[in-house]
RNA sequence: GUGGCCGUAGCUCAUCAGGUAGAGCACUGGAUUGUGACUCCGGAGGUGGCGGGUUCGAGACCCGUCGGCCACCCCA
């Protein structure tokens, strides 16, 4: 084996996964249809700039997981760490906010972490991104939405919502500030890894999985006595519009998001069946990222799913739907003639009966090492070319998973190569194409 | 960046007190010079992740390194 290797975190997707991509994929884009959302499709390179100004200097994405380089021209770009800041650069760049859009978008995304269950180097996300409303009820929209297409990937049991309010920039300053105060009196109790975070990015000691430093927050400011009135009155309507939409949700006053550009509402749907890493969707509103960028204020809201994760749901969960199609014909020849005729035919096959899944033998061999592959192909039916065929312009067509039952003269039948796609027609009316 | 576990054929794994590797599946040829599945016979495929050390001798022991998995951190 060669010693060149796909780079650590950076995983092939094989025809054994890839029908689990689709069906995340057509499910996905046919849902966010249903509700007005339009597909974008945005670079995975940008300036760096974009990244340290919208993600924010202090967090872990720009501190030290993008993948960053110099261009030809000395400028630094990053492979995108998340969507949402290209989303909004590119929605700035062409105008885009003048009126409400509903955008979405698909593609991979780059963080140097080290790989886990759920998370790699090179992963992909769906993000959804809402701008120009400003009230509750978009936030609303989105969660509903989510809701609908857990139910439509058939994973809906497996995922739970959770939602909080981080409120408006001041009244979160105002929280830090008194978290930090009350912190660094307990500075002692603390893990190393809040210790450190207190005055880098304290929120997120909120969410340590520590459970000392829970004990300690107990009896810490709660970011719900600090919250402005409108972010109060937000929250209440999201969770009663969730309510009379039947989308069940547990608030946790404790849930901050790592992202610097969010406020107000924040929700993660999360998991138990993925190990440590059981966030397989999350986000929030994001009201001064577009001013912050240079823009207007624009109102926003948004969220991202992870692909791998779900998909991993998706397997827990068994077959999909849209599984790759076996093939419903495998068609053998033998000798030039035959291969010529069989090519020819079987192009005219598929003008005629383009939704069959036709596999033509390549690579020569016997009929009989031929016949293997077509069983092995999953065919119903072979068709077979031989010389015989060839001189009186006919076809075997032979069906390969006979019912037991059956008459065995059935199996096997010569036929016209005119009256050939006719033939097939009637073999493969009854409308079970085929079963992985 | 830190920690734990792991690294033998394409895949799943085995072997032994340290004495130059084996099975199943998959692949391939044949048993039927025009026909698959079941069965039978044969074949190919491994520098035992890589490098060093101990030893008369190492896949098995030691060290290093690379890679994988999981966890911390962080996040989708």
Not at 135 to 153: F, Q, Y
Not at 174 to 186: C, I, K, N, P, S
Not at 187 to 192: G, K, Y
Not at 259 to 268: A, C, G, I, R
Request: charged share 25%; with cysteine.
């Amino acid at each position: 084996m060669s010693n060149i290797r796909a780079i650590r975190g950076m995983n092939d997707i094989l025809p054994g996964e890839t029908p689990y991509w689709q069906f995340l994929e057509q499910t996905v884009s046919r849902v966010l249809g249903s509700y007005g959302y339009a597909e974008v499709r945005l670079p995975v390179v940008e300036q760096t700039e974009l990244f340290r100004r919208s993600i924010g200097e202090v967090t872990d994405i720009v501190e030290k997981e993008m993948y960053s380089f110099d261009d030809r021209n000395g400028e630094s770009l990053t492979l995108r760490p998340e969507g949402t800041a290209g989303c909004v650069r590119a929605a700035m760049q062409h105008g885009l906010l003048n009126t409400v859009q509903r955008l979405w978008y698909a593609g991979p995304m780059f963080r140097y972490e080290r790989p886990q269950k759920g998370r790699q180097r090179q992963f992909h996300q769906i993000g959804v991104e809402s701008f120009g409303v400003a009230s509750a009820d978009m936030d609303a929209e989105l969660i509903v939405l989510c809701a609908r297409l857990w139910r439509e990937l058939g994973i809906a049991d497996s995922v739970q919502l959770q939602i909080n309010s981080i409120g408006s920039p001041a009244s979160r300053r105002a929280f830090r500030d008194a978290l930090v105060h009350y912190l660094e009196q307990h500075v002692d109790a603390l893990d190393a890894d809040s210790q450190r975070r207190l005055h880098s990015n304290p929120l997120r000691i909120l969410d340590s999985k520590n459970a000392d430093t829970q004990a300690l927050l107990d009896a810490a400011p709660a970011l719900v006595d600090y919250l402005d009135d409108e972010s109060r009155t937000d929250f209440a309507q999201l969770c009663d519009l969730l309510q009379a939409a039947g989308v069940p949700y547990v608030i946790d006053t404790r849930l901050v998001r790592g992202l610097d550009y969010y406020n107000k509402t924040v929700f993660e749907w999360v998991t138990q069946s993925l190990g440590a890493q059981g966030t397989v969707c999350a986000g929030g509103r994001y009201d001064g990222l577009v001013a912050q960028m240079g823009g207007r204020a624009v109102p926003a809201v948004g969220f991202a799913m992870g692909m791998e994760r779900l998909v991993l749901l998706l397997r827990e969960r068994g077959k999909p739907r849209a599984a790759a199609p076996a093939a419903h014909i495998y068609a053998v020849a033998a000798g030039r003639a035959a291969q010529r005729a069989a090519l020819t035919a079987v192009e005219t096959l598929r003008d005629e009966l383009p939704q069959l899944v036709i596999v033509q033998h390549t690579g020569g061999g016997s009929l009989r090492s031929q016949m293997k592959k077509a069983d092995k192909s999953g065919a119903r039916v072979a068709l077979i070319w031989g010389e015989e065929e060839v001189t009186s312009a006919s076809v075997t067509v032979k069906r390969l998973r006979e019912a037991s039952g059956e008459t065995a003269g059935a199996a096997q039948r010569r036929v016209p190569a005119r009256e050939l796609a006719a033939t097939l027609c009637a073999e493969f009316a009854d409308g079970q194409s085929d079963e992985g």
